[in-house]
């Protein structure tokens, strides 16, 4: 079996009104090659007459987010030309590649009525090759996420990418990355093999697990070694569990604000070509 490295705690760090954990980075871990960022917003409850999220628009480069609607919904526009609302169990993928602006707000209908809220939103970095690739989005809601049903009805798996117990993602990525959200009622178990050298990317969202004899609960980033292909998982209340495996890219990582390439002299030609127009105009 994988051995744990470190367990890291999410830290509270609110936008606005929006009740915000981060979970990577923080000061004990810094990132997860490939995996750079994990903020997880709410659960709250939002009033009628509210203003939403507050993610107006902005620039990305040279990475993707991948961002999970577990409550609520979310309204995605870019400068690709692409716009959607994705709801509860749904997902975004969102490449921003050679660049774009976007914008996630909630929808008007959710900004009048108010209600659950809940959403994650994951950063996952692009190999040097790719890191200037046209941009691309994809949202799906949840009907569209294949699932497959595991130890009695126990263990469901949303298969965002990769292959999960024989059930293929609804996402083809740029790379090897494959993503799921897992739900688990109480009692619930699985045994998965990953490959030794892919990264694992292991958030519980919601309840407490054990994973290959340790403890773990909700807003908590499990670390690994890279010394075994074997994970088991029990969950030991109803839980949900953000899951991910990659193989690491070992490339240098300069990241600065919404960009994230491999040299500062890259980071600063993005700037310039953000200011040039270059990322396309917004037009919201």
Known sequence: MRTIKQQHRAVSAPIADLVTYRALPTQSVEHLDPFLFLNHHGPQTYRPNNQGLPFGPHPHRGFETVTFILEGDIMHQDTGGHESIIRAGGIQWMTAGSGLIHAEISSPAFKQTGGPLEILQLWVNLPAKDKLVAPRYIGLQQPEIPSTTLDDGRVTIHAVSGNWEGTAGAVQPLTDMSLATIDFRAGGKLDLTIPPDHTIFFYTIRGKLRVN????????????????????????????????????????????????????????????????????????
Do not use: C, S
């Open 213 to 284: 004899g340790q403890e773990t609960e909700a807003r908590r980033l499990t670390e690994f070694n890279y010394d075994g292909d074997d994970l088991h998982i029990e969950a030991l209340e109803d839980a949900v569990l953000l899951l991910g495996h990659a193989h690491p890219f070992r490339e240098p990582i300069v990241a600065y604000g919404p960009f994230v390439m491999n040299t500062e002299a890259e980071i600063e030609q993005a700037y310039q070509e953000y200011r040039a127009g270059k990322f396309g105009q917004w037009q919201g």
